[in-house]
C-alpha cells in the first residue's frame, strides 16, 4: 500500500479536497493505515490525476482562495481495487517511546516516570479518538471491526503498560546524568 492507494480510498467514498485529504491522512482515521506525509499526498493526487485515476474541478469560495477538489474516477476505483487485490506488505510499527523505554536504565527515575505518564495520556487519547470514530463511522460494518480492532490494541498496550511500568521505572537510574536533560 502506498500514499495514492489512500488517496484513492479516501475518494472512494465521496468527493474531498486535497487539504481534506491530508487531514485525514495525517491526523484523521486513515493515519493508521499507511505513512502518508503533508510533502507527499498533492503528488500523490496529481499523478492519479495525470493517469486518469482521479479528477478535480475548482470552486470559487467567497473571501478564500478556490479550491480543488477531487473525485475518484471508474478507472480509479478499478486501479483501487486492483491495488487491494495485491499482496499486503509488512505491517509498521514505529514507536519514539520504545526507543526511549529501551534505554531507560541511562535516564533518571523522574523523567523516566514522567514519559510513562505521556504514553499513558496518548494512550487514552487515542482511545477517544477511537471513541468519536465509533460514533461517526461505526455505523458501516467494515469501519466497526476496524474501530474494534484499534480499541484492543489500544486496551492491550494499556494494560501492558499499567501492569509493568514498575519494571521500567526500576531500571532507571535514581540520579539524574548530565546528558539526560539534554
Known sequence: ???????????????????????????????????????????ALARLEDEGLVTSRTEQQDGRPAKKVYSISEAGRVAFANQLAEPLGDEVFRSPFLLFARFAHILPRGLVEARINEQLQRITDAQKMLEEAAAEHGHNAADAWIIEYGRAMKDVAERHLRAHMHELIELSSAEPTQNAAE
Open 1 to 43: 500500500m502506498n500514499v495514492r492507494t489512500l488517496c484513492l480510498s479516501i475518494l472512494y467514498h465521496g468527493e474531498a479536497t486535497g487539504y481534506e485529504i491530508r487531514r485525514r491522512c495525517v491526523e484523521g482515521e486513515c493515519a493508521y493505515f499507511v505513512e502518508a506525509s503533508f510533502g507527499s499526498i498533492y503528488p
